[in-house]
């Protein structure tokens, strides 16, 4: 892969990852989760990620390699661990999905014949499907091109929530919305946890790791990441809190008589405008509809494919898929399995939060297996870059809230992910039958017994069913046995005896086999 991006279209493909759908969505589902509250979750995102960013720049600046958020895990903790994470990698690559999701559900506004209720029609799934090949195509290119095309998408995805503020602001102020219709937190401050899954706020902010995927292809990686992820972290999460505040402030009163949950759009901004007259900024809105998720599933396609690419490298998929066009520098083989990945996510799901909450539960993984990544690298000479200071605590707290994220993502939905993600254990066990292809150059060191990889490995296996139990036992639309807070107050205690077990047993692995710097 070629070294041709720089700070600026970093934070280009940083920025415009963040700021898809969730612009369009989640001020109204924040809204209906929390109230007004929703503005401390917005907050709380920020800084939570924030926190996990800094273990992954930590890992891009020390390990810079394409997919490398696939890689480290692997690296850290072996086969099993780098294949269940794959596997979780893999499934997110239905978050896409959730980007054409709604541009469909936009499109919905000038075509009515595209949904059925919350399903896409026939008609609807063909738009869908050309839009996916579409973005594919665009795709298929140099990621110079690449990152150029996203930078002008990025400065239209800015404008037009600027523009959308102002104008809702001017038009349809109301004040006293802070502590009218049942006061700033509605439905108690444990909704503000709920919102931040379960309302598409931590989909919203996520993707600020998306630098990091591409910093194979960086010039000058260990000074150009760290500012690029969170100088999009820091602009996005500006635009959000501004969103919100317009959207609390705005909303006509007559609609509020059952409260925030009672409010309901199917195109939340667009119909604001309309109904304070703002035609002009309705127009502007349904355009950027299509633009604004379809410049985050642009990114997505991308990052997907150098995912892709780093599981072929792993050996989860065949290594057919691995192939680097000479000519452009782009995994062209990697972009068509995810087009058909997508596809296929397309068709279960109609809406865009349903999607957004089973994948972004299946992508927090990530960000837990990053946490003891790069615990197990610092304790090797030179394993670390040591560009972000106090990682002997940044790490397992980052572990903490990776799991917290998880779990308050609420047990309808985990009970549908984490089976899915623990389905990655028959996937790798599947890998290891006999007469199964052997792969020693992914990166693990030496091939090592069934048995030992199981022991290296067992630690993610008890940290899901873990999360899984605790979910159904939990006030997060759980059974309710264990109250609050003292079901979060267990996640993390539990969250940290699996941390420092998991660094335990990446540590003795690398002792027995010394891995490679990148």
């Known amino acids: 892969m070629r070294r041709d991006l720089g700070f600026w279209g970093l934070t280009g493909i940083g920025f415009s990852n963040i700021v898809g759908s969730g612009w369009l969505f989640a001020a109204m589902y924040a809204a209906q989760t929390a109230g007004p509250a929703a503005l401390l979750s917005w907050i709380g995102a920020g800084l939570l990620c924030g926190l996990v960013a800094l273990v992954m720049i930590e890992l891009g600046a020390s390990r810079p390699e394409g997919g490398g958020t ?126 931040l899954a379960g309302g598409g706020i931590v989909y919203s902010v996520n993707g600020f790791q998306a630098p990091l995927d ?46 925030w949950k009672g409010v309901s759009f199917d195109s939340p901004f667009g119909q604001l405008a309309l109904i304070l007259n703002l035609h002009w900024l309705s127009s502007l809105l349904y355009a950027d509809a299509v633009l604004s998720p379809g410049g985050s599933a642009y990114v997505g396609v991308a990052i997907d494919a150098r995912h892709t690419y780093a599981l072929a490298k792993n050996g989860t998929i065949p290594r057919y898929f691995m192939k680097v066009d000479e000519g452009s520098g782009m995994p062209r083989r990697a972009l068509v399995i995810n087009l058909v990945v997508i596809v296929l996510f397309l068709l279960p799901f109609g809406g865009w939060q349903d999607i957004v909450s089973v994948m972004g539960d299946m992508y927090l993984l990530i960000y837990a297996a990053s946490a003891v990544a790069v615990a197990v690298f610092r304790t090797e000479p030179g394993g670390t870059a040591g560009w972000v200071p106090g990682l002997r605590w940044i790490a397992p707290l980052s572990f903490v809230v990776a799991s917290e994220f998880v779990y308050w993502s609420g047990w309808q939905h985990l009970r549908l992910a984490l089976p899915l993600v623990l389905a990655g254990v028959l996937l790798f066990l599947w890998m290891r039958r006999p007469g199964a292809p052997v792969i020693e150059d992914d990166g693990a060191g030496p091939r090592r017994s069934l048995g030992a990889e199981l022991r290296i490995g067992a630690w993610l296996v008890v940290y899901l069913v873990g999360l899984t139990a605790l979910s159904w036992l939990g006030t997060f639309k759980g059974s309710g046995h264990l109250p609050a807070p003292y079901d979060s107050l267990t996640v993390a205690a539990a969250a940290l005896a699996v941390f420092f077990w998991a660094v335990r047993s990446g540590v003795g692995q690398l002792t027995a086999a010394p891995q490679p710097a990148g």
């Open 70 to 195: 696939v890689r480290w895990p692997l690296f850290a903790n072996g086969r099993l661990v780098g294949t269940v994470v794959g596997w979780s990698v893999l499934l997110s690559v239905g978050g896409t999905a959730a980007e054409i999701s709604a541009i469909m559900q936009y499109t919905a506004h000038y075509l009515p014949g595209l949904y059925n209720g919350h399903t896409l029609t026939l008609a609807g799934l063909a738009l869908a499907c050309g839009l996916s090949v579409l973005l594919t195509a665009l795709n298929w290119f140099a990621v110079k091109l690449f990152a150029r095309l996203n930078t002008l998408v990025s400065i239209f995805k800015i404008a037009v929530p600027i523009a959308t503020v102002l104008a809702l602001i001017a038009s349809g102020w109301h004040s006293g919305r802070l502590t009218d219709h049942g006061g700033f937190a509605p439905y108690g401050y444990v909704a503000c946890l709920t919102a």
């Open 214 to 259: 591409f910093s194979g292809e960086t010039r000058k990686p260990r000074r150009t990441l760290p500012w690029a992820v969170l100088a999009g972290i820091g602009l996005a999460l500006l635009m959000y809190l501004a969103l919100q505040v317009a959207y609390l402030f705005t909303v006509p009163e007559h609609l509020l008589g059952g409260g």
